[in-house]
């Protein structure tokens, strides 16, 4: 394990943090834009083990870009590479102290290069082509790979969203910060949302900032980590019916044969076998109420009609004893 800065200052462009706000994107816009990759590759430079600040010693994982007052943006974020003879391996999270001593992400974590297990071209040609879906929001974009392929080769618009502002300071393409502990993302509405090896690292205690977000679109295209995966940043490891289920109450059903064809598909890339293969689940949105989501309805509105017909009855039994 070992200790990275990154330095977000580069030539020819602003030092301020760029963080993009919902309202500064438009699908026109996104549309026409050309990345230019020479102006978003990461400068990285190796810091010494302890850090100093008003005189005092300070591990880098209880810094940030706030404590210092330097023309340049710094994010100090935890780095581990678990195989020394593959890079590929190398992995990036934004580290916290737990009480009992662990490190753990608020907004998660990703391997820096990219997942080649993330990344399925036939998967995405298939439910685009399939679905004529006509724009894409891309959610836990991670360092914007799949969103700047979405993006070149189908000529799409596409907003990606991330919460590690690390991130969203070294994509390959422009990201939005929004962190889902904050809230629901509220964008434009799009016809595919996708998220890959992201839920898992949202608590359930933020469950329906994760739904309203996953299920603002017309399709969902996910993937997601089983129960005893035990991966890095994990704290929502679920199976297929938990996911369904909760989608299901955002009036969302499963495309049975869509996510077997997708399974069938993530399983055959030329590169390797992606997550797609053994989690992959495709939703689309219902154009009538799900059965599921009329009983729970009602059955809130009930309870709600029960409670207030109990409030009503006990303040009229105070107004009579304040008579006697």
């Known amino acids: 394990m070992f200790w990275l800065c990154s330095e977000f200052g580069r030539e020819n462009t602003s030092t301020t943090p760029r963080l993009v706000t919902p309202n500064a994107i438009t699908w026109a816009s996104l549309l026409a834009c050309k990345v230019n990759t020479a102006l978003w590759q990461p400068k990285l430079r190796v810091e010494s083990s302890l850090l100093t600040r008003n005189n005092k010693q300070l591990l880098p994982h209880h810094c940030s870009h706030r404590a210092y007052s330097t023309p340049k943006v710094y994010l100090y974020m935890k780095f581990t590479l678990n195989n020394q003879a593959n890079v590929n391996t190398l992995f990036v999270g934004d580290p916290h102290d737990t009480q009992d001593g662990t490190d753990f992400a608020e907004g998660g974590g990703n391997l820096f290069f990219g997942d080649p297990q993330s990344f399925s071209p036939k998967v995405y040609e298939y439910v685009i082509k399939r679905h004529n879906v006509r724009s894409v929001l891309d959610v836990g974009a991670g360092l914007g790979q799949v969103s700047y392929y979405l993006h070149h080769t189908f000529n799409l618009p596409v907003v990606g969203i991330e919460g590690l ?7 390959c393409y422009p990201l939005s910060y929004h962190n889902l502990n904050d809230g629901p993302w509220r964008g434009t509405p799009c016809d595919l ?8 690292h949202i608590e359930e205690k933020y469950i329906d900032n994760l739904l309203d977000t996953l299920c603002s ?5 996910m993937t997601f980590a089983r129960k005893g995966t035990h991966g890095q940043f994990h704290v929502n490891e679920q199976d297929d019916q938990y996911w ?3 989608v299901a109450t955002r009036n969302f059903g ?3 044969m869509d996510t077997q064809i997708v399974r069938k598909l993530g399983a055959q890339e030329n590169h390797c076998p992606t997550y797609f293969a053994t989690s992959g689940l495709l939703f689309g949105r219902m154009p009538v109420k799900m059965p599921q989501v009329a009983a729970a309805e009602a ?3 009930a309870a709600a009609a029960k409670d207030a017909n109990s409030t009503t009855d006990n303040a009229s039994k105070n107004k009579k004893q304040q008579k006697k």
């Open 254 to 256: 499963l495309l049975m």
């Open 299 to 301: 059955a809130a509105a």
């Open 165 to 171: 502002p690390f991130n969203v300071q070294n994509a």
């Open 193 to 200: 949302v996708t998220c890959v090896e992201v839920v898992e």
């Open 217 to 221: 679109g017309r399709l969902l295209l």
């Open 244 to 246: 369904v289920d909760k």
